[in-house]
């Protein structure tokens, strides 16, 4: 343990569905831990290989019901929920499969990069999937703040749907559940802006399908940024038409072939290259690389229009090529 991390103990750990498992954690000696905001998140220590050496770490939101006014500034235990990804690189894996009550955890201190803004207007959150889990702790607290708030809560089918009991409880008829099996269709985006008062902001937290389409029918309608806040909650995916491509790295001159099921971070990863990287999700701007040939297929919510359109910048752990090679000034 260091000044920045934890060692908690798992004091609960269950199963919510197939997909979906709680982890429960608390000091041993049940001190108070670090607090947080509505919308943070810690990152865990997990294990990708069978055996203790490939250790990589996971962000995972902290969740909260209380509706306490200070029940995450005082917080005795942090809760999260592990979506299981068969073909992710291992860490769901471990924490569905390898981690037990009574195990010990380490985390870093929590961090917030999708904070809950006060002001006037109401609140309007925006849920697919696991991406649930931030937006359950800021319908708390706007609750325990006596503020209005709706969330929107979308999934494949509601039995792949996690705390459906515990939303409904807090929230009553704000709760707004959607389930594309019984459907028929996606969620309808549309409607749910057209709903929207010109005061609300919206808190969006889902799969990329689900992100992209909301940022496009609110940049249509001429919504500005401080209205509209977001949270990825899933890694890089092969879209149709990937293609392999090569990087050069121009100040050592090696040369690699970025597979189009891997993301450029990974594959620079796998030959012992030691980029700067974080939420591995294209938000948050720590892996950019400069890029002094090639077209960039840029993937990311962290570039400007006319960023992008330079060309001259990318996030690796997201974006590829366009064309068949990149250089960068790495």
């Given at each position: 343990m260091s000044a920045s991390t934890l060692e908690l103990r798992v004091v609960e750990a269950r199963t919510l569905n197939p997909l979906i498992r709680l982890l429960r954690l608390r000091a041993d000696?049940?001190?108070?831990?670090?607090?947080?905001?509505?919308?943070?998140?810690v990152?865990?220590?997990?294990?990708?290989?069978?055996?203790?050496s490939a250790v990589d770490w996971r962000?995972?939101?902290?969740?909260?019901?209380?509706?306490?006014?200070?029940?995450?500034?005082?917080?005795?235990?942090?809760?999260?929920?592990?979506?299981?990804?068969?073909?992710?690189?291992?860490?769901?894996?471990?924490?569905?499969?390898?981690v037990q009550q009574g195990d010990v955890l380490t985390i870093e201190m929590?961090?917030?990069?999708?904070?809950?803004?006060?002001?006037?207007?109401?609140?309007?959150?925006?849920?697919?999937?696991?991406?649930?889990?931030?937006?359950?702790?800021?319908?708390?607290?706007?609750?325990?703040?006596?503020?209005?708030?709706?969330?929107?809560y979308a999934g494949r089918s509601r039995d792949t749907m996690a705390f459906l009991p515990e939303l409904q409880a807090m929230l009553g008829d704000d709760l707004q559940v959607h389930a594309d099996a019984d459907a028929g269709a996606p969620l309808d985006i549309e409607a749910l802006l057209d709903a929207c008062p010109a005061g609300d902001r919206l808190y969006v937290c889902g799969?990329?399908?689900?992100?992209?389409?909301?940022?496009?029918?609110?940049?249509?309608?001429?919504?500005?940024?401080?209205?509209?806040?977001?949270?990825?909650?899933?890694?890089?995916?092969?879209e149709e038409g990937d293609q392999p491509f090569e990087v050069e790295l121009a100040q050592?001159?090696?040369?690699?072939?970025?597979?189009?099921?891997?993301t450029l971070l990974d594959c620079l990863i796998e030959h012992g290259c030691d980029p700067m990287f974080d939420c591995n999700r294209?938000?948050?701007?720590?892996?950019?690389?400069?890029?002094l040939e090639g077209e960039i297929d840029h993937r990311d919510y962290v570039l400007t229009a006319r960023e992008k359109a330079q060309g001259n910048v990318m996030q690796i752990c997201i974006s590829r090529a366009k064309g068949a090679r990149l250089v960068l000034d790495m």
């Open positions: 000696d049940s001190r108070q831990l670090p607090a947080y905001a509505a919308g943070a998140h990152r865990v220590r997990v294990q990708t290989g069978a055996d203790d962000h995972y939101s902290l969740v909260n019901f209380s509706t306490a006014r200070n029940a995450t500034q005082v917080p005795v235990e942090y809760v999260i929920a592990v979506r299981l990804e068969p073909a992710g690189r291992g860490g769901s894996r471990f924490m569905h499969e390898r929590p961090k917030n990069d999708f904070p809950l803004h006060t002001g006037p207007g109401g609140t309007v959150l925006v849920a697919g999937g696991i991406g649930v889990t931030p937006l359950a702790t800021m319908a708390a607290r706007r609750r325990a703040e006596g503020l209005p708030v709706r969330l929107h799969p990329k399908p689900m992100l992209d389409a909301v940022l496009e029918k609110t940049q249509a309608r001429g919504w500005t940024h401080d209205r509209v806040h977001f949270e990825l909650f899933s890694a890089p995916v092969v050592s001159g090696q040369r690699f072939t970025v597979p189009a099921h891997q294209g938000e948050c701007g720590v892996c950019a690389v400069p890029v």
